[in-house]
């Protein structure tokens, strides 16, 4: 009798892994990676418009955002998933892509990174002799309405936008890495370039970020009433979030026929019916997993189902 040896993959390529090369990166590697993308993608959102002058169009600042989520998920996909986004975790946690408690520790990990991001921007700006009050230039690129508004946006206004946003760029990431998307490879490309549009928007109304960490990183460096405001960029891109979450939620259950749902739940211990796709091709055969004489090649047909590309950007794999 033949007894099936695990094969673990590389996330990236899809091929195994060689001379005993980790695929699954621990929870500590994955929040560094979320912390340190959530900070370049702050810096250069809110860097470009900072010192750009004149600040007469916001499509440098948003080419300037996009560009960095794109360079970011390439760069840190493999091991956090590559959100940067509080909004975009939430609407994975919603789909069933990613545990709650995970989902927590990601939020706090991309909101200590952007955070250190204004820091080390609000600290140039400190050193600026032309600058004479650092929180009045922060002023400028922190999200607010009313007359906080570039355009002078009521509440509702800005409120709706930031949960349409939101909505959309959520449902872009969900998208295009969803397991039967053909075009997964390139969803680094088509999130960076949905978030640069959306910017282009959501800058020229009130600075809507779409981005509930960036939203706070300004405001604590701003003037208090960036403070008072901030609740309204949290609560507006989580319920964007949640409705393009519980949708592709419905998706995921939908997609696969009951059999194929049951196997899942075997592997992970979870009921795929929920809408579970973080399944880890690595657990997926296992010695004790395998009925004694089960042919190799039935048992081969579990990691068959598994998507390294999903995973990739799941952060299933870090």
Partial sequence: MTTPVPVHHDSA???????????????????????????????????????????????PAALAAGLAVTAAMLAFGYVSGG?????????????GRIRLGDAAAYIAAQLVGALLGALALFGILRTLPGIQDSRTAFDTVTAGFGEHSIIQAPMAAVLLLEVLGAAILVAVFLGTTARNNLNKPAAAIAVGLAFAVLLQLG????????????????????????????????????VGAAISGLVFRGFAAGEAPAATKADDADVDGTDAAEGRDDIDASDAVTPDA????????????VPARRDEAQEFFDGKRG
């Fill in 203 to 238: 800058l020229s109304v009130g600075n809507a970020p779409f981005n509930p960490a960036r939203a706070t990183a300004s405001a604590v460096f701003s003037s208090s009433w960036s403070l008072e405001q901030l609740w309204l960029f949290w609560v507006a891109p989580v």
């Fill in 83 to 95: 959100h940067f986004n509080p909004a975009v975790t939430v609407g994975h946690a919603v789909a």
């Fill in 13 to 59: 390529s899809g091929l195994p892994a060689g001379n005993g090369a980790g695929v699954r990166h621990g929870l500590v590697s994955r929040l560094s990676a979320e912390a340190f993308g959530s900070l370049f993608v702050v810096v250069a959102g809110l860097g470009v418009p900072l010192f750009s002058i004149p600040q007469s169009s916001p499509l």
């Fill in 290 to 301: 395998v009925t004694p004489g089960t042919p190799r090649t039935a048992a081969a047909e």
